[in-house]
């Protein structure tokens, strides 16, 4: 079965969707996530969707969930690299996911995570 | 009977055509009033008279067919040119039905007494000519229109620049009013130039927007909600005190949005977040 790869960088974790998620890939990648922030005990979570193009509600409110359920575990989530017309179609959608920290990029997404891990922060602010 | 009028009307072009010209010419310049120009009316009139009885000795006088071709690329040349020089679409179809009075008193002397044959004459040629006069309105207006939409194209894209201010700090200064299709225009250039300039902070700058009701209200907060899931924060400055009032107002939430009065202020905090200070230089 398809399964997006979860890469363990440090105390981090790094998920990189390269391929157009469907319902059952990110139930799986829910599974598998929460699964793994346990077992590696993760400090963070990145998740890279640069090469993700579409999107729809369903796929919005996971993401959503992935990133709270992330943070009941005490790991603190970033969405990095959405594009321009993914953030425009969630908008529309009504999804403005809110309490998951977004980047422009990985680089910025892990001194993000950085800081947010060092102030020791419960992750449900304003994504500063 | 039909091919026999139009072949006397075809007569009737050629033979008096010098003569024609100069009539066609005299009414001409009493329609066309001021813009009436001496030396191009005398090339299209001559052009189009050619033009005209030479369709007619090749096709009929219904007006359509590939014969009609060359009077009709003429006459939209025509327009076109007319239209750019701002005339008016009665003036330049007046250069077709000017003619009319033209060519009727040359029908009327050629057919003397027989009036049967002169209405069926004035009857084909009024046709054909209003056919080619409408022609001429036609393409002025199809001009006109598309004069319209290239202006309405420059103006969306002349709105919405996104400047940089800073290394990562994006402004996005907004002027007139915003709808639903210029937000989406704002919307996506600004996202656009976000992942360009890898921008962490963009500052919408709002002073040039006359009103802010709910629904433009609601497109900004679209617009901060969108760049924030891309990983950059907006920062609304330029609010008038007329603005604030009305935000309230109307009840418009702007939640967790961060707004500033002036654009400097907007600057200011953007430059805080981004661990950069402004310090004055030592002067000697």
């Not at chain 1, 425009?88 to 990985?106: D, K, Y």
């Amino acid at each position: 079965m398809e399964r997006i790869p979860i890469l363990k960088i440090g105390s981090y974790l790094l998920v990189s969707i390269q391929v157009d998620m469907h319902d059952r890939l990110a139930m799986t990648l829910q599974d598998d996530l929460t699964e793994q922030i346990v077992r590696v005990r993760a400090k963070g979570v990145l998740i890279d969707i640069s090469s993700l193009e579409i999107v729809d509600s369903f796929i919005g409110r996971t993401l959503g969930n992935i990133a709270a359920m992330s943070r009941v575990l005490d790991a603190q989530t970033v969405l990095v690299g959405m594009q321009p017309a993914v953030a425009i179609t969630l908008v529309e959608l009504g999804m403005s996911l809110p309490g998951v920290r977004t980047a422009l990029n990985v680089d910025q997404g892990l001194a993000l995570l950085q800081t947010a891990i060092d102030q020791g922060d419960d992750g449900a602010g304003d994504g500063h | 009977m039909s091919s026999t009028i139009d072949q006397r009307i075809a007569q009737v072009l050629t033979a008096n055509e010098s003569e024609m010209l100069a009539d066609w010419l005299k009414r001409q310049q009493q329609e066309g009033r001021t813009r009436y120009d001496e030396a191009e009316a005398r090339e299209k009139s001559s052009q189009f008279l050619k033009l005209f009885a030479a369709a007619i000795q090749n096709g009929s006088l219904e007006g359509v067919g590939p014969q009609w071709q060359d009077v009709y690329d003429m006459l939209a040349d025509l327009s076109r040119n007319r239209a750019q020089q701002g005339f008016s679409p009665s003036e330049t179809a007046a250069f077709i039905f000017s003619l009319k009075q033209t060519l009727f008193d040359r029908l009327r002397r050629e057919f003397g007494s027989d009036s049967h044959g002169l209405v069926d004459a004035v009857w084909t040629a009024s046709n054909v000519l209003d056919k080619l006069g409408l022609y001429t309105t036609e393409v002025h207006q199809k001009r006109r229109e598309e004069v319209i939409a290239r202006q309405q194209q420059e103006l969306l894209e002349l709105s919405t620049p996104v400047v940089e201010l800073w290394d990562g700090i994006l402004a996005l200064p907004l002027i007139g009013t915003l709808d639903s299709s210029r937000t989406q225009v704002v919307m996506e250039s600004l996202l656009e130039r976000i992942v360009e300039t890898s921008a962490k902070i963009a500052i919408i700058e709002i002073t040039g927007v006359p009103t802010v009701d709910t629904l433009v209200a609601q497109h900004l907060l679209k617009t901060v909600a969108a760049a924030r899931l891309m990983g950059a924060d907006c920062i609304i400055s330029g609010i008038r005190p007329q603005i604030a009032q009305t935000i309230v107002h109307l009840g418009v939430d702007l939640g967790t949005v961060i707004t500033k009065a002036t654009l400097a202020d907007a600057f200011r905090i953007a430059l805080q977040r981004s661990n950069l200070t402004v310090t004055r230089t030592q002067t000697s």
